[in-house]
């Protein structure tokens, strides 16, 4: 028997154990012809994913009720009736929370167990790392001696985010919710500064103190009230990258927020949305880029792996709390 997660309820609020069901189903031996067995290793948990348990437009579909929830997964192949994999190889790509399952190869890209453990293909070498690289590239556009602000800075894309603002030549501060993780943002990950938001009464003078030249870059992980603090400090011409809002993923209602368009007009500022699978045509050259940064150890990353199935669910549930050091995923 296979097991599959599938999605049970749309969540209210913050998901719960009970919005998720495990089922078993027996898997069809019958391999046709063009198709492969896979069998998963690792599962990402993306904050995203809470978007798509929500049955509203988007940019990409929402989850269906009984149906399995996908996310990025690297996969082993373990039988082949398709001539471009052959069993043994290692696969990333979108596919089921499934312990095993069946493609016909489109949408896969072979990984390199050899080259780098299994599991940064869906971090620092996955959409993590391409997220933080384009979104920082194409709408940052940093330029060395600027200010760069990272809210979620302690996550997979933010602690990313900031490290190739120091490898470009900015001063990089890290916001994140905990003590430990600002300290992990400064001694693993070179950030200059890092504020704890959390215990910061107001946000905006922090930024302001951390930041004495005023922000050029923001990237922005989180939204809500500190992404309003950031505005009362950016600079003229300043580039803010909306990557992520997960103050605010699991609000209830529409949440009150400042209005920024005057900021974005007396500072001529630029504000863009960010998806990662618009720049699809740029991926090859992002990870060569990546892996050389990794290969020359200006690069680092961490990940909270979490072992098991059946975590599934928890992990994903604890990204809502904070409970991630970098990228979260689940090894099965």
Known sequence: ???TIILNNRPVGKPKPEDFKIVSEKLEKHLPEGEILLKTKYVSVDPYLRGRMTDADSYIPSFEINKPIESAI????VESNNQSFSKGDFVTGLLDWKEQQKSDGEGLMKVNAEQAPLSAYLGVLGMTGLTAYLGLMNIGKPKAGETLVVSGAAGAVGSIAGQIGKILGLRVVGIA????KNEMLKRDFGFDET???KTTG???KAIADACPNGVDVYFDNVGGEVADAVMFNINDFARIVNCGAISIYNATEIPKSISVQPFLIQKRALMQGFIVMDHANQFSDAI???SQWLKEKKLTYTETIIEGFENIPQAFIDL?????KGKMVVKV
């Open 202 to 204: 107001n946000m905006t």
């Open 288 to 290: 060569g880029q990546l």
């Open 74 to 77: 690297v996969g082993e192949v």
């Open 320 to 324: 809502f709390d904070g409970k991630n």
């Open 1 to 3: 028997m296979n097991k």
């Open 177 to 180: 919710g905990s003590d430990e």
């Open 195 to 197: 504020i704890n938001y």
